[in-house]
Nanobody, 129 residues
Framework: VQLQASGGGLVQAGGSLRLSCAAS????????VAWFRQAPGKEREFVFV??????????YYADSVKGRFTISRDNTKNTVYLQMNSLKPEDTAVYFC?????????????????????WGRGTLVTVSS
């Protein structure tokens, strides 16, 4: 499966953006798709995932985005979205989507980057103060 992230841009603090992760080659419904980000000068970090486990709606997310970011998917469009609200300057980063056959029932498992086999090119989000 090939992934393409888009939707990044420049936004003022407090604003919103919706990132899209469009898949091609295979149905995205077959995969767990997660979002990661890499801020300038920092390592890539986990942001959000809704893992495929027992058909539940379990979601895992970084504490820093709690209550502000949500994840959703539209299987008819083969796309997963990351809705980002109340953006802060510290959210500035390149955002990546990643997919894999990840079946996890805990945060540590679901957030582990090595579990995701397919990565898209990132999309830059810049939040100005």
């Amino acid at each position: 499966v090939q992934l393409q992230a888009s939707g990044g841009g420049l936004v003022q603090a407090g604003g919103s953006l919706r990132l899209s992760c469009a898949a091609s080659g295979r149905a995205i419904s077959s995969y767990t798709v997660a979002w990661f980000r890499q801020a300038p000068g920092k390592e890539r970090e986990f942001v959000f995932v809704s893992p495929k486990v027992w058909n539940t709606d379990i979601q895992y997310y970084a504490d820093s985005v709690k209550g502000r970011f949500t994840i959703s998917r539209d299987n008819t469009k083969n796309t997963v979205y990351l809705q980002m609200n109340s953006l802060k300057p510290e959210d500035t980063a390149v955002y990546f989507c990643a997919a894999g056959q990840v079946f996890c029932s805990n945060y540590v498992c679901a957030s582990a980057q090595h579990r995701y086999d397919y990565w898209g090119r990132g999309t830059l989000v810049t939040v100005s103060s």
